[in-house]
């Protein structure tokens, strides 16, 4: 068999064509495939890098202190990464820019540990500030209502005091006498001319000593009051009296007796029961009546 040299050489042309065009075919697809693997890693990443920088963002927003310099320092740390993630979102995903915007948020972090760090500890002082704060209100509270309660008690104390200090009298009497050199005692209303009241101040250590200024009252049948009349005031209280008396009170026992003499505009006296009451200042100390017919 003859076979001729120039067809066989493009043959051989023709294999070497087809065997070096399904080699770069192979090549160009699988440098496709690496190229786009590659950009998906790129974009991969990108998204990464911003939703760290988006965590940072709502990490700043969740944070809140008192202290101006360190709220000054998050704003301006806040502003960085807003900054950093909108220039991010604008570009196309490269390795460069990638590595730049990872270098940023490594800067950024660093920042932020040492920020956080202090927000920390500033929070937990407020915390515990707050908590002294509110223990030392609770205190006060408390110590309020014992006041409060001393006060009562002080007051109910100073009340029983002044109660127990007050000028007491007993054992009240009332006589009516006849007019004559021998005065002697009587029922009748016609011969009355005087009448004698008498009863005791009590003993009481509580009492300030010194003199006692008291008022014998006494009203006759048609309620008027007999005998040298004065009248006083007790702030808005007005007392009528027949007799005032000073007595030097020393804290002890003492037995009072005072003579109501009828003035001319009493007699003669009104037969009926004559009321016979004994102040100190606006108090009454007690009383008696007498029956005169």
């Known amino acids: 068999m003859i076979v001729n040299p120039q067809f066989f050489n493009y043959r051989i042309i023709i294999g070497s064509l087809i065997v070096g065009m399904t080699a770069l075919g192979v090549f160009s697809y699988n440098s496709y495939e690496s190229n786009k693997a590659h950009q ?4 991969q990443e990108k998204k990464l890098v911003e939703s760290e920088l988006s965590q940072m963002i709502l990490r700043y ?16 740390a806040k502003t960085t990464a807003k900054s950093a993630l909108e220039e991010l979102r604008l570009m196309n995903s490269d390795f ?6 990872k270098s940023e948020v490594a800067v950024i972090k660093a920042k932020n540990t040492s920020l956080f760090k202090i927000v920390d500890s500033i929070n937990l002082l407020n915390e515990r500030l707050e908590s002294e704060k509110h223990q030392a209100y609770t205190e006060l509270n408390e110590q309020q209502k014992v006041n409060t309660s001393l006060i009562k008690i002080n007051n109910s104390l100073n009340n029983k005091i002044e109660e127990g200090a007050l000028l007491t009298a007993n054992s009240f009497t009332a006589k009516a006498y006849k007019s ?3 005065a002697s005692t009587t029922t009748k209303a016609a011969q009355t001319n005087r009448i004698d009241v008498c009863f005791t101040l009590a003993e ?3 009492t300030k000593k010194g003199m006692k200024d008291i008022y014998i009252q006494i ?12 009248a006083v005031e007790f702030g808005q209280f007005l007392l009528f009296y027949s007799h005032k008396q000073r007595i030097n009170y020393n804290n002890d026992v003492i037995n009072v007796c005072s003579s109501v003499l009828a003035q001319e505009n009493d007699k003669p006296f009104t037969e009926g029961t004559y009321y016979v009451s004994v102040f100190h200042k606006e108090r009454k100390l007690g009383s008696t009546q007498i029956e005169l017919n």
């Open 61 to 76: 927003d969740d944070l809140s202190v008192t202290n101006e310099l360190i709220s000054e320092q998050l704003d301006s």
């Open 219 to 230: 009203l006759n049948p048609l309620n008027n009051v007999i005998g040298k009349k004065g």
């Open 96 to 101: 460069s820019v990638l590595s730049r915007f």
């Open 204 to 206: 009481n250590t509580l």
């Open 40 to 43: 998906r890693f790129l974009d």
């Open 180 to 182: 004559g050199v021998n």
